[in-house]
C-alpha cells in the first residue's frame, strides 16, 4: 500500500530531485513504483532509465521486484538493457563498451580492497623511501595509504593544489597517490576507486591545439548544414500551406553548441544563447510554444536560456490523440490564428 509522501514522489516529484528516507521507510517500493510509473504513465522506454544501488545484491533485489511489479500490472517492457546495478558495476560496464584510444590491449584486472591490501603489504617499500612517510604514518600504514587512495579519488581532489601546497602532508598524499596508481597501471589493476575516477574523468583538448581548432571547425560547419535545413524546412512547409514569394526569416537559432566566450567555452546543450534577440521556447506533445524576450542581465545563467517547455501528453496519449488530425490543416489553422493576431 502507498502511502501519500510516496505518492508525491511517484507521481509528481519535479526534476532533479533527492529524497532524504530512513530504514524502513519504503525506499526500494517506492523507487520500483516510480520505474513502472516513468514506464506506464510517462512512455519512457526501460533503456533510458538508470538505477544506481550501493550494493549488487540491493540491485538484484530492485530488479526482481521490478519485474514483478511490471507482471502484476500487465506491462509488457523489455527490460533487459535497462542500467541496473551499484556504481562500481555501471562505471565499468560503461568503460568496457566505450574504451579511450590507449595503448592498452587488455581489460585492467579489478581488485577489491581485500586484495589490494595484500598488495600494498608485500610493496610497502615503494612507500617506505617517500619522504616524512614514517614521519606521519607510523601505524596501520596499509589502512591508511588505503584511505588517502580513497580520499583523493572520491572527493575528485585536484592533484595541482597537492603539488603547490606548503603542507607537508599534502606533499605525502600526493606522492602516495602518484606510487601507487603507478603500481596498479603497471601491473594492469584498477581498483574501486580508479573505476569511478575513471568514468567521471574527461580528457580534454588544449584550446589552441589542431584536434582542438579541427573539432572547432567541425562544430561550426555542422551549426552551418542545421541552419540551412532549418531554411530548407521552413520552405517546404510554407509552400504547403500555399504561399508564395520570399520568407522573411525572423529568427534561426540552435539549441545544442559550443560558444567561446573571452577566456572560456559555454556548452549549451538544451539551451540557447541570450544576447540573440527573441528567442523560441518550444512545446511539444500537446504543450504551446512560446517566443519570449530574454532580459538583458542573463549572466547568472551564463548567457543561456533553457528551451523546453515540457510535455503535457505521455508518448502514448500523444500518439493516439495526434493521427486524429491532419498536418496540413493544423498549419492552415495556425496561420489563420497568427494573421487574426
Known amino acids: 500500500m502507498i502511502n501519500e ?41 526501460p533503456n533510458k532509465i538508470l ?42 560496464s560503461f568503460l568496457k563498451e566505450y574504451k579511450s584510444f590507449t595503448n592498452k ?25 617517500l619522504p616524512n612517510f614514517s614521519k606521519f604514518i607510523s601505524y596501520n600504514e596499509v589502512g591508511q595509504i588505503q584511505g588517502i587512495f580513497a580520499n583523493i579519488t572520491n572527493n575528485l581532489v585536484d592533484l595541482d593544489e597537492l603539488r603547490i601546497s606548503n603542507d607537508p602532508r599534502d606533499i605525502l598524499a600526493l606522492e602516495i597517490y602518484l606510487a ?65 514569394g520570399d520568407v522573411e526569416t525572423i529568427f534561426s537559432i540552435n539549441h545544442n553548441f559550443v560558444e567561446k566566450r573571452e577566456d572560456k567555452f559555454i556548452h549549451r546543450k538544451g539551451a540557447v ?25 542573463t549572466e547568472i545563467s551564463l548567457y543561456s536560456l533553457s528551451h523546453g517547455a515540457g510535455r503535457k501528453w505521455s508518448r502514448s496519449v500523444c500518439k493516439s490523440r495526434l493521427h486524429l488530425f491532419s498536418f496540413l490543416q493544423v498549419l492552415h489553422n495556425t496561420i489563420l490564428l497568427l494573421k487574426k493576431m
Not at 519485474?67 to 558495476?89: C, P, R, V
Not at 581488485?111 to 610497502?124: Q, T
Request: proline fraction near 3%.
Open 180 to 244: 601507487w596508481a603507478n603500481f596498479l597501471d603497471e601491473n594492469d589493476l584498477i581498483n574501486y576507486q580508479l573505476i569511478l575516477k575513471k568514468f567521471y574523468d574527461k580528457d580534454g583538448l588544449e584550446v589552441e591545439s589542431e584536434k582542438a581548432i579541427d573539432y572547432i571547425k567541425k562544430h561550426d560547419n555542422a551549426l552551418m548544414w542545421a541552419e540551412r535545413n532549418r531554411e530548407a524546412i521552413s520552405k517546404k512547409i510554407m509552400q504547403s500551406i500555399g504561399t508564395s
Open 5 to 45: 509522501k510516496q505518492k508525491l514522489i511517484v507521481e509528481d516529484a519535479k526534476y532533479p530531485c533527492a529524497v532524504l528516507a530512513g530504514p524502513g521507510t519504503g525506499k526500494t517500493f517506492t523507487i520500483v513504483q516510480k520505474i513502472i510509473s516513468l514506464i506506464k504513465n510517462d512512455g519512457i522506454s
Open 105 to 129: 590491449i587488455f581489460d585492467p584486472l579489478v581488485i577489491d580492497s581485500h586484495i589490494e591490501g595484500y598488495l600494498i603489504e608485500k610493496n610497502m617499500d615503494i612507500f617506505e623511501n
Open 273 to 297: 544563447s541570450s544576447e540573440r534577440g527573441a528567442v523560441i521556447i518550444p512545446g511539444s506533445r500537446g504543450s504551446l510554444s512560446y517566443i519570449v524576450m530574454p532580459t538583458e542581465n
Open 51 to 92: 538505477v544506481t544501488t550501493f550494493t549488487k545484491k540491493a540491485a538484484n533485489e530492485l530488479i526482481e521486484r521490478m519485474e514483478s511489479g511490471l507482471k502484476k500490472e500487465n506491462i509488457y517492457a523489455d527490460t533487459s538493457n535497462m542500467l541496473i546495478g551499484n556504481f562500481h558495476s555501471l562505471a565499468l
